[in-house]
């Protein structure tokens, strides 16, 4: 079981460049989510997901989209990278049952110059 | 507007201390508050608080929520230099949407 994971570890964009984070999630949660986490900030949703083929924005959703064509994974996209979207960004999932809280995977930095 | 608020923003204690964070928060709705622990990666699970009063523990660390105060605390006894982390609290709002809004968290450092 490896629980939640996220493709890259690490990446450096240049303003105006695109690139898609990848999640992957190999315990059949229903929901997922997108959180960036910068210095002071605390962790903000970006987009969720609350099963295949469905997202929803957070929110912090501008610049980013997202998607979730299989329940397994959650992709988020940016068009073009910005400065301000320097951060770490953070992937969840979770079941659907109330009493269950989210897992996170571990972490993907990214910095736009 | 829906918020969490935590406290203090950071601390550094010596082991053997006690510690008290707090989270309160101002929700239209609440169902349940969240603490995580989070040390240089991924934040993992400490507790999940629904109802007032009823304390949760897990050895050294506890928690309880005052619905009443609209807050919580997480009391960590005999710290250790292994509990320096960020202390993360959230609040699932609104009920059932398994959306969750997080305070900005509490750095604690421990000294040996």
């Known amino acids: 079981n490896a629980g939640v994971t996220q493709t890259p570890k690490f990446r450096v964009l240049k303003t105006g460049q695109s690139m898609t984070l990848l999640c992957a999630q190999d315990?059949?949660?229903?929901?997922m989510y997108w959180y960036r986490q910068d210095p002071g900030m605390g962790l903000r949703l970006i987009h969720y997901?609350?099963?295949?083929?469905?997202?929803a924005k957070g929110e912090v959703p501008d610049g980013y989209n997202v998607s979730r064509l299989k329940k397994q994974n959650f992709l988020l996209g940016l068009e073009s990278a910005a400065p301000s979207q320097t951060s770490v960004y953070f992937c969840?999932?979770?079941?659907?049952?109330?009493?269950?809280?989210?897992?996170f995977g571990p972490g993907t930095r990214l910095t736009v110059l | 507007e829906d918020k969490v608020v935590q406290s203090p923003l950071s601390l550094v204690v010596h082991e053997g201390d006690t510690v008290t964070l707090n989270c309160s928060y101002e929700?239209?709705?609440?169902?349940?508050l969240l603490w995580y622990k989070q040390e240089k990666k991924a934040p993992t699970f400490l507790f999940m608080l629904?109802?007032?009063?009823i304390e949760k523990k897990s050895g050294r660390l506890s928690s309880i929520l005052d619905k009443k105060e609209l807050s919580s605390i997480l009391n960590i006894t005999a710290t250790q230099t292994g509990d320096s982390a960020i202390y993360l609290c959230?609040?699932?709002?609104?009920?059932?949407?398994?959306?969750?809004?997080f305070g900005t968290g509490t750095r604690l450092k421990v000294l040996a």
């Open positions: 969840a999932s979770r079941p659907s049952g109330s009493t269950d809280t989210q897992y």
């Open positions: 315990m059949n949660h229903e929901y």
């Open positions: 997901s609350v099963g295949e083929g469905t997202t």
């Open positions: 929700v239209t709705n609440f169902r349940s």
């Open positions: 629904t109802s007032s009063g």
């Open positions: 959230a609040v699932e709002t609104p009920p059932g949407t398994y959306k969750y809004i």
